[in-house]
């Protein structure tokens, strides 16, 4: 293995002579990108003996502290962990002047053992139970997000762009808007070319509901671990890419109050040994293998909120009628459900997870998935009904927790998570949320002193 990434690095720098720096990095609990940019004898020892982060890079809040309840500050020393290359993730960085490349890396213990807060491994130990079934997960990931004017209202919120062909701030809503295509045809362009040049498998692009909205869509693969790569590195061209054009773009869940709010759809299908799809069939409710992974999901998909919607932002998404669940639910061709069966031919069919946010760690929230499909699969559980018409207007089991407070809490009392990720992690995942809650808690607002500053 050591000597396959030392092999894919000589090949790069022989491909490339002009590189002479890369950014080295991590992602932490909350995506964001933390590591060092080093000089060609600095990434030679990265792929010699690992580049060295401290293991609170995963005890960050999403501010850049260090909760030191996690036990990973100074409890831990700070201790230096060593970080070693993910394969396949080095590449250029097309949207830089200057020669550079990045490499996105995960985290071990000096002893070669993955580091228990690294998500990129708690998706490895939850994969590894789903392949010990004999079954390989194809994973798409879909992603919304929004670009943003870089100027903030006198408020300090986000507002839509100008039009760089028109000049005009839109706030209308018009979805599949090819005008509003043609708009940023420029922007989703570069986007593309350096997707392709990351290797990153973007399949298509479509205007969403909000301004400034958009939707891309990654090419299934059979590599869980890969397409999440994918999608983390796709988040850093989308911003990457937005600035050099002048703009911004985020991935926030809910950037306006009366806007479409940005998901992060996962599309999966299973095969067995024979590469065969498990999930094949004419009619999903008489088919038991989907069925048993639907129940599976449904049946986690409350305690794993605090996941799949990480901040309090995230929880502005759900709301009725906003193609965002509300309940466990499952529907075939129904985008109110938290669970859709798509439209597809029998060989095709797949699950379609749509309660997660833009704004979710795409590793942690996999892991959820799989999590559900494997407990689905290994004790045969059975879903409800399938749901039909406005999934908003009937009762579908329990709601889902949609307070951040109460996720969390949720989050912590979860046999199931601790079971699926990790004592460790599981613990440390609260703590760092529960820290960023008591944080944000804690701030006096403009709208609260509006509503209760006169009247009290």
Known sequence: MVSDARAELARFLEAHPETRHFDVFVNDLNTVERGKRLDRAGIEATYRSGMLLPGSMFALDVLGGTVQATGLGFDDGDADRPCHPIPG???????????????????????????????????????????????????????????????????????????????????????????????????????????????VPATSALPEYGPGQYEVNLQHVPDALAACDQALRFKRIVKSVARAHGLDATFLAKPYRDMAGSGLHIHLSLLDAAGR??????????????????????????????????????????????????????????????????????????????????????YLVLAWVLAGIHDGLTRQTEPPPALTGNAYTQGAGESLPTHWATAIDRFARSSFAREYLGDRFAHLYATVKRAELDEFASYVTPLECAWYLGPL
């Open 277 to 362: 799809n498990v999930f094949a069939c004419e009619t999903p409710e008489n088919h038991a293998p989907l069925r048993h992974a639907v129940a599976g999901l449904l049946g986690s998909m409350a305690d794993g909120m605090a996941i799949c919607a990480p901040g309090p932002n995230s929880y502005r998404r759900f709301r009725s009628e906003a193609y965002v669940p509300l309940t466990p639910s499952w529907s075939i061709n129904n985008r109110g459900a938290a669970v859709r069966i798509p439209v597809s031919d029998a060989p095709n069919r797949r699950i379609e997870y749509r309660q997660a946010g833009a704004d979710a760690n795409p």
């Open 89 to 199: 993730s080095l590449v250029r960085v097309p949207w830089q002047e200057d020669p550079l490349a990045q490499l996105q890396v995960t985290m071990h213990e000096a002893d070669g053992r993955a580091f228990f807060g690294d998500p990129r491994h708690v998706l490895a130990a939850v994969l590894e139970r789903v392949t010990a079934l004999g079954l390989t997960p194809v994973v798409a990931i879909e992603y919304e997000f929004y670009f943003v004017d870089r100027e903030r209202t006198a408020e300090g919120l986000p507002q839509p762009p100008r039009g760089p062909l028109t000049g005009r701030r839109e706030f209308r809503t018009q979805i599949n808007a090819m005008t509003d295509l043609n708009e940023y045809s420029a922007v989703i362009a570069q986007i593309s070319r350096d997707c392709l040049t990351q290797g």
